[in-house]
């Protein structure tokens, strides 16, 4: 988990390792594919359906079965089994942020970046998300959790403050 106030860059070090800004100086060393998770999941699911949300990012060479089931693979990850054919504007804040976390996992992304991605949502759905995203990275995925709730550091295998673009020393956590 990455920590820190407003202003102090953590957003932009997430656009710096996606590849959406380049840096002034330094560089990304990272070989994987990388997803990030905006705050507000109403900026990134651009389909009106789940399922063709999900199809959107899928690399393009499976074929269409191999695409149904990777479909019906990455729902039941997040735990939105069968909703492949529901309208994405009847979906909770909770379950868009999961649906968004399904599409990086469909893309084959092994990094998924998260920009405060509970603040829009209520209490319980935001511990679903840290419950499912701590699951996940048991199963070998890596994540980057950007928060300004510091309950939520209890969850993360180590955390770093952010100042004025500059990453701290590793802080204790739970
Ligand atoms: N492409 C850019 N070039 C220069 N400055 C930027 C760019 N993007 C953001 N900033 C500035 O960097 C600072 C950090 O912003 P941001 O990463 O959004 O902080 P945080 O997410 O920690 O609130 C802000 O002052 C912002 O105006
Ligand atoms: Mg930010």
């Given at each position: 988990m990455l920590v820190g106030a407003n202003g102090s860059g953590k957003s932009t070090l997430l656009r710096v390792i996606m590849g959406l800004v380049q840096p002034d100086s330094g560089r990304v060393d990272c070989s994987h594919r990388v997803s990030l998770v905006f705050q507000n999941p109403d900026h990134q699911?651009?389909?009106?359906?789940c399922g063709a949300d999900l199809q959107?990012?899928?690399?393009?060479?499976?074929s269409p079965a191999q695409r149904q089931e990777r479909l019906g693979i990455a729902l039941e990850q997040v735990g939105?089994?069968?909703?492949?054919?529901?309208?994405?504007?009847?979906?909770s804040g909770g379950q868009k942020q999961r649906l968004a976390i399904a599409a990086a996992l469909a893309s084959d992304s092994r990094v998924l970046l998260l920009d405060e991605?509970?603040?829009?949502?209520?209490p319980r759905s935001q511990q679903e998300m840290l419950t499912l995203v701590r699951h996940l990275c048991s199963e070998g995925l890596t994540a980057l959790w950007v928060t300004h709730?510091?309950?939520?550091?209890?969850?993360?295998?180590g955390a770093f403050p952010m100042r004025q673009g500059t990453v701290g020393p590793a802080m204790a956590t739970g």
């Amino acid at each position: 988990m990455l920590v820190g106030a407003n202003g102090s860059g953590k957003s932009t070090l997430l656009r710096v390792i996606m590849g959406l800004v380049q840096p002034d100086s330094g560089r990304v060393d990272c070989s994987h594919r990388v997803s990030l998770v905006f705050q507000n999941p109403d900026h990134q699911l651009l389909l009106p359906s789940c399922g063709a949300d999900l199809q959107l990012g899928m690399p393009g060479q499976l074929s269409p079965a191999q695409r149904q089931e990777r479909l019906g693979i990455a729902l039941e990850q997040v735990g939105l089994q069968g909703f492949a054919q529901r309208p994405i504007h009847t979906l909770s804040g909770g379950q868009k942020q999961r649906l968004a976390i399904a599409a990086a996992l469909a893309s084959d992304s092994r990094v998924l970046l998260l920009d405060e991605p509970t603040t829009l949502l209520d209490p319980r759905s935001q511990q679903e998300m840290l419950t499912l995203v701590r699951h996940l990275c048991s199963e070998g995925l890596t994540a980057l959790w950007v928060t300004h709730r510091l309950e939520e550091l209890d969850c993360c295998d180590g955390a770093f403050p952010m100042r004025q673009g500059t990453v701290g020393p590793a802080m204790a956590t739970g």
